[in-house]
């Protein structure tokens, strides 16, 4: 019994981490003006779909919700 619920906490804690990188590198990617666009749209469609499916939100994102919209407007 117990070694589900450590397992069910590692795997929340593992996803929680995988998150944060996925979270980190994509802010990264999607603030680098070097990168061309259809890149940045990229990262910041997936960083979109991060926040609609309550992985993080746009809080934990520091970044503002225009800059987000105008990059996945098409």
Same mark, same amino acid.
């Given at each position: 019994? $117990?070694? $589900? !619920? ?6 929340? /804690? *593992? $996803? ?16 680098? &003006? !070097? ?11 997936? #960083?979109?779909?991060? *926040?609609? &499916? /309550?992985?993080? !939100? #746009? ?8 800059? #987000?919209?105008?990059? !996945?407007?098409?």
């Amino acid at each position: 019994m $117990h070694e $589900h !619920t450590d397992r069910a906490k590692r795997r929340k /804690k *593992v $996803h929680a981490d995988y998150c944060n990188l996925f979270k980190k590198a994509y802010l990264e990617k999607l603030r680098d &003006s !070097t990168r061309p666009l259809a890149d940045r749209k990229y990262y910041a469609k997936a #960083l979109r779909k991060g *926040v609609l &499916s /309550k992985q993080f !939100t #746009l809080a934990e994102l520091g970044t503002c919700e225009e800059e #987000l919209d105008n990059l !996945t407007k098409e």
